[in-house]
């Protein structure tokens, strides 16, 4: 049996992040509901969790701007 990974992240902005992981990364969309989406990043499930107030913008921040 293999071991299943589920890693949950807060971003700031949901279809960014989507775009990113899918369109820069490589994974694989999966199941995408209002507030969140999943992806499979070589094998494991991430959650890209709308909340952009749980994101830091502090030093040693990446942001797009």
Same mark, same amino acid.
């Given at each position: 049996?293999?071991?299943i990974l589920h890693l949950?992240? &807060?971003v700031r902005d949901l279809t960014e992040a989507t775009e990113?992981? =899918?369109g820069t990364?490589?994974?694989e969309p999966a199941r995408?509901? &209002?507030g969140f989406a999943d992806v499979?990043?070589?094998g494991m499930q =991430?959650?890209?969790q709308d909340r952009p107030d749980?994101?830091?913008s502090g030093p040693g921040a990446v942001t797009s701007e």
């Open positions: 049996m293999q071991p949950s992240l &807060p990113f992981y =899918v990364l490589g994974c995408a509901r &209002p499979i990043f070589f =991430v959650t890209l749980e994101v830091s």
